[in-house]
């Protein structure tokens, strides 16, 4: 039975919502080895959005998983990220380790961010 399809807000709404994304390692195991690993990691994180129009507004690398707090202007652009930026880093983690098969625990989580008053992101 195919998953059910992510639930996202109308291309209207998006761009005023923020998300907070996290990506959890397979079974909460480590996905950040090494600080070279951050570094290879956070380097796509700042490329990824000039390719998929996101703007990212905060990140968090723990060893086990990634917070991101991010927002975009189309609905299907958080999913493109975080499928290219997911699936260069497993590829470079699983050639660099010599291993293979999955690193990710499923599929992303997401949930919407309420911003207090009118204080734009950031401030």
């Known amino acids: 039975m195919p998953r059910r399809p992510r639930l996202t807000l109308p291309h209207v709404a ?3 919502v ?14 950040f080895f090494a600080d070279e ?7 796509w994180l700042l490329d990824a959005p000039r390719k998929t129009n ?3 507004h905060a990140y968090v690398l723990m060893t086990n998983h990634v917070h991101l707090l991010l927002s975009s202007e189309h609905a299907d652009a958080p999913g ?7 699936q260069r880093y497993v590829q470079y983690v699983n050639r660099t380790s010599r291993r ?5 625990e499923g599929r992303f ?3 919407l961010v309420q911003q207090e008053g009118n204080c734009p992101i950031g401030v």
């Open 80 to 86: 493109l990220l975080m499928k290219t930026l997911g």
């Open 54 to 56: 996101c703007h990212i």
């Open 14 to 16: 998006l761009p005023h």
């Open 100 to 104: 293979t098969g999955t690193l990710w």
């Open 18 to 31: 923020p998300l907070h994304l996290i990506q959890r390692g397979n079974n909460r195991q480590a996905c």
């Open 109 to 111: 989580r997401s949930s």
């Open 37 to 43: 690993d951050d570094r290879a990691y956070l380097d």
